[in-house]
C-alpha cells in the first residue's frame, strides 16, 4: 500500500550540493514507529546506507557522510528530503528511498531508486 518514489536532478556537478526528493503515497510520513532511509548504491558496488529521519523528525547518519549529509522532511507534503553538500564522481550511484518499521532492521518498501550522476 505505501509506495515511495525519488525525484530530483540526474546530474550534479562536483563541489555542488545532490538534493533529492521522496514522495509517499499510501501512509504518513508522521505515523509512529517507522524511519524514513536513504540508501545508494555505486556502480558495481553494494548498498550503502545513508541515512534516515524518523516519524518524528530525529535524524541519524552513516558516520562516513555525516558531515555532508542533511535529511527533512515536509510533512504537509508528505515528503522528506536528501542533501549531499560537496559532492564528487565517487557520489555517483543510484539512490533509493525505503520505509523501515523501527526495531524489524529491515526495509519493507523501497522506492525505485533514482540514477545521479556527479560529472562537470
Known amino acids: 500500500q505505501v509506495q515511495l518514489q525519488e525525484s530530483g536532478p540526474g546530474l550534479v556537478k562536483p563541489s555542488q550540493t545532490l538534493s533529492l526528493t521522496c514522495t509517499v503515497s499510501?501512509?504518513?510520513?508522521?505515523?509512529?514507529?517507522?524511519?524514513w532511509n536513504w540508501i545508494r548504491q555505486p556502480p558495481g558496488r553494494g548498498l550503502e546506507w545513508i541515512g534516515y529521519?524518523?516519524?518524528?523528525?530525529?535524524?541519524y547518519y552513516s558516520p562516513s557522510l555525516k558531515n555532508r549529509t542533511s535529511i527533512s522532511r515536509d510533512t504537509s507534503k508528505n515528503q522528506f528530503t536528501l542533501q549531499l553538500i560537496s559532492v564528487t564522481p565517487e557520489d555517483t550511484a543510484v539512490y533509493y528511498c525505503?520505509?523501515?518499521?523501527?526495531?524489524?532492521?529491515?526495509?519493507?518498501?523501497w522506492g525505485q531508486g533514482t540514477q545521479v550522476t556527479v560529472s562537470s
Open positions: 525505503a520505509r523501515e518499521r523501527i526495531r524489524h532492521y529491515e526495509y519493507e518498501d
Open positions: 499510501g501512509g504518513s510520513i508522521t505515523t509512529s514507529g517507522y524511519y
Open positions: 529521519i524518523t516519524y518524528s523528525g530525529s535524524t
